[in-house]
Nanobody, 123 residues
Framework: AQQLVESGGGLVQAGGSLTPACTIR??????MGWFRQAPGKEREWVSS????????YYGDSVKGRFTISRDNANNTMYLQMNSLKVEDTAIYYC??????????????????WGQGTQVTVSS
C-alpha cells in the first residue's frame, strides 16, 4: 500500500509563496494531486499530475498561481503556490489514484490520502 506524507505547510502573508511537498512510499505509475479543505467549507480539488508529469490540471481558483510538479526519482510531489490569498487558507491533502482518472476533481477517484498539512495565509 502507498503512504503519502505532506510537509512544507506554514504561515505566510498574502502575496507570498509556499511549496508544500508530498513524499510517496510504494510509488507506482500513479496519478497524483492535491485537495484542500478550509474550515466550514467543502473539500476542494486543487490540482493533479500524471505519472510522467507531462500533463497537469488545475482548479479555476488556483490556475495561474499554483504549479504542480513531481520528482519520481525522489518519490516527491510539489505544489508551488505563488500570490497566495487569504482564501487559500486550508488543510492541503496529497492524493494518489491507482487507476485511470475520468474526473480529476472528484475525491472518489483517488485511492490514497495523506494526513494533510496546514497552510495559513494572513492579510
Amino acid at each position: 500500500a502507498q503512504q503519502l506524507v505532506e510537509s512544507g505547510g506554514g504561515l505566510v502573508q498574502a502575496g507570498g509563496s509556499l511549496t508544500p511537498a508530498c513524499t510517496i512510499r510504494g510509488l507506482r505509475d500513479d496519478i497524483m494531486g492535491w485537495f484542500r479543505q478550509a474550515p466550514g467549507k467543502e473539500r476542494e480539488w486543487v490540482s493533479s499530475i500524471t505519472w510522467t508529469g507531462g500533463s497537469t490540471y488545475y482548479g479555476d481558483s488556483v490556475k495561474g498561481r499554483f504549479t504542480i510538479s513531481r520528482d519520481n526519482a525522489n518519490n516527491t510531489m510539489y505544489l508551488q503556490m505563488n500570490s497566495l490569498k487569504v482564501e487559500d487558507t486550508a488543510i492541503y491533502y496529497c492524493v494518489a489514484a491507482i487507476g485511470p482518472v475520468s474526473n480529476w476533481s472528484s475525491a472518489s477517484e483517488y485511492n490514497y490520502w495523506g494526513q494533510g498539512t496546514q497552510v495559513t495565509v494572513s492579510s
